[in-house]
């Protein structure tokens, strides 16, 4: 036979509370319906000034970090005028050398043309002119005695 109280017992079970459907986004509490929720508190002084030490915590290493990727830039930007101003003096340099290289083997300036067919100088050394002399009076020579004869003949045909 089955007593009241072990009736009752079954019903005294403790019972599975049921999670709610949604969650807060401001309080974090749960409810079911949104129309019957009301946030309730943010009063709490505690963790209002733990949200500001936070707070400031942060943008206190956002500055250090900026402060700090500020200064690496500087060093970059400092690095790099070092180098190209070093560049520019190495260029300098070189550029300077191979004008006084481009200087130096130039050679002697030259002076004026001697033109050797125009050379009239009968003691002139230069080889060329020489060579065009000999040459000149030969070629006349030469031409003079082969065409003589033939040019006189042509020359009184035609003037008479």
């Not at 970090?65 to 003096?89: P, Q, S, T, W």
């Amino acid at each position: 036979m089955t007593t009241w109280r072990d009736m009752t017992a079954r019903a005294r079970r403790p019972r599975r509370k049921r999670r709610p459907l949604f969650t807060c986004g401001t309080c974090h509490r749960g409810y079911n319906s949104p129309l019957g929720h009301v946030c309730g508190g943010g009063g709490d002084f505690a963790a209002r000034r733990r949200r500001e030490k936070a707070s400031e915590r942060r943008a206190r290493e956002t500055a250090g970090r900026k402060a700090r990727r500020e200064k690496e830039i500087a060093g970059r930007r400092a690095r790099r005028r070092r180098e190209d101003d070093a560049r520019r003096a190495r260029r300098a340099r070189e550029d300077e050398a191979g004008r006084a290289r481009k200087k130096k083997t130039a050679g002697r300036p030259r002076g004026p043309v001697h033109d050797y067919a125009a050379c009239h100088d009968r003691e002139c050394k230069r080889t060329a002119c020489q060579a065009w002399r000999e040459g000149h009076v030969e070629g006349y020579a030469e031409g003079e005695a082969a065409g003589y004869s033939a040019g006189y003949a042509a020359g009184s045909a035609a003037a008479s």
